[in-house]
Every structure is written in C-alpha cells, then in structure tokens.
C-alpha cells in the first residue's frame, strides 16, 4: 500500500515537473520543474529496486544535462524564441500526437510490451544490479551504445557551431582575437 502511495506522488509530482517544464514562460523556472521532474523520476527507479538507474539518473540528469540545459538557455534571446516557438506549435503539437498514437499503437498491437527478458528477478539479485546493467549494455547492447555515443557527439559538435554562429571576432595585435564589444580607437599623435 506504502509503494503504490510512494508511486503516485512520485509519478504525478514528475508529470506535474514536465508540464511545467513545458508551458512555463520563465526559462529559469522551467528549469527547475525539469529539474523536479528528474529528481522525482529517480524516486520511482528506487521503488522498481533499481538504484544504481536512480544514482545515474540524478548525477547524469539532474546534473550534468541539467547544467548543459542551463547554459543553453543563457544563450538564447527570449523574446526572439517566443515569436519562433509560437509559428511551430500547431505543427509541433500535431507531429507529437501523431508520434504519440503511433508509438501506443504499435506497443499494444505488437508484443514488445509483453516480452521478458532473459534475466529474471533471482538471477539480478544474485549478481548485483550494476553486474546485470554492464552485461547486457557491453554484450547484447555494445552497437546501439556506441550508435547513441556517436548521436552525442554529432550533437556536441553542434551545439558548439550554433553558438559560435553569428559573433564577428577581430583580430588585434600579434593575431589575438579582441573579444570586447567596444571600439578601441588610436589616434595618431
């Protein structure tokens, strides 16, 4: 009675974070509904005994992304946003539906969602979690981790281009770039 309790704060608390997250104007308050998202996501990994997933969650998630999503937002021009965003949302709303009736779809015509796996619940607690976790993700699952790695790296690479894009650096002196915003005039004596 204690765990479905437990599950319902934890999974409606996380709902209530991403729709927050989502329709919330302020960025930085957006940011800390996802950050509350995130935190309580973890709650509901603890209740599934799954506490190294829960540890990862909050140190990968509710750290570094969470920072990376921080410095993101000080990039952006929120007014410039608001203006984009608002152009797209019928048709980012229609594609997540349509993405959303799909993927239910195909989870309830297929038997993808009742499939078990090879591990069963004694054979985990026999060899430890994080021993169950390495095994399947560098035996059974070693090509889409390195596939995800490589969709990360494209991504970083960019992020870098679309926040180098647009900033016109001088060079001054001996080659070095002048990062100030003001003119240095020098008048000739």
Do not use: C, W
């Amino acid at each position: 009675m204690v765990a479905q309790l437990l599950f319902f704060y934890f999974g409606g608390m996380a709902v209530a974070g991403a729709v927050v997250a989502i329709f919330n104007a302020n960025l930085v308050y957006s940011a800390l509904a996802l950050l509350m998202t995130f935190i309580h996501i973890a709650g509901i990994y603890i209740l599934l005994n799954a506490e190294f997933i829960a540890a990862v969650q909050i140190i990968v998630y509710a750290g570094a992304i969470l920072v990376t999503y921080v410095f993101v937002l000080m990039l952006f021009n929120p007014e410039q946003e608001k203006r984009y965003f608002h152009k797209q949302y019928k048709i980012g709303g229609f594609l997540g539906a349509a993405l959303l009736f799909l993927m239910l779809f195909a989870g309830f015509k297929t038997e993808i969602l009742s499939q078990a796996g090879p591990m069963t619940a004694e054979s985990i607690q026999e060899i430890g979690h994080t021993r169950a976790i390495g095994m399947a993700l560098f035996t059974d699952f070693i090509f889409p981790f390195e596939i995800a790695s490589l969709i990360l790296l494209v991504a970083m690479f960019g992020a870098i281009v679309l926040a180098g894009r647009g900033k016109i650096r001088k060079r001054g002196p001996g080659g070095r770039v002048d990062l100030s915003s003001r003119n240095v005039t020098k008048e000739a004596s």
